[in-house]
């Protein structure tokens, strides 16, 4: 790009194609202050039921969970159902439209899973915060138990 007095503020990518686990086609994924802009985003494609977040944690920055329809002439076009675990208890949640899910500091979170997925949707993901961590919470008894059994995890 030529340099211009405000060319530095066009930032191309990072773009990452066909990322695996559940995501499809093209998403952006700057969890390292790629920005300059003090937060971390992921823009992912789904389009099928292979996508899941599985172990509950926790951040000590704010997330939003954006979900909506791939359709780009009309993001209400929403042909998913996707299940999210809020709180210590785990208490779920089915999400069967666009819906953003607003996670303050220190709000347990996951299971992420995506149950139906007739369309394509969208999962837009925006924290504050310039490095993107998660905080693991202890194993549970039940869960160190089945790691411990053959073919356990």
């Known amino acids: 790009m030529a340099k211009t007095k405000y060319g530095r503020h066009l930032v191309r990518g990072p773009f990452f194609e066909n990322l695996g686990g559940g995501y499809d086609g093209v998403s952006i994924w700057a969890h390292h202050d790629e920005y300059n802009a003090g937060i971390s985003l992921g823009y992912h494609c789904i389009h099928n039921t292979e996508y899941a977040h599985m172990e509950p944690h926790t951040h000590d920055f704010h997330e939003l969970l954006c979900f909506f329809g791939g359709n ?7 042909g998913a159902e996707v299940h999210i675990c809020l709180g210590k208890e785990l208490e779920e949640h089915i999400i069967t439209s666009p819906t953003v899910v607003s996670i303050p500091p220190g709000l347990v979170h996951c299971p992420l899973t995506i149950k139906k997925c007739d369309k394509p949707i969208v999962m ?9 961590k998660i905080i693991d919470l202890p194993k549970t008894d039940e869960a160190k138990a089945a790691e411990e059994k053959p073919g356990g995890k």
Request: proline share 6%.
């Open 124 to 132: 837009l993901e925006v924290s504050t915060t310039k490095e993107y």
């Open 72 to 78: 780009p002439k009309n993001i209400n076009d929403f």
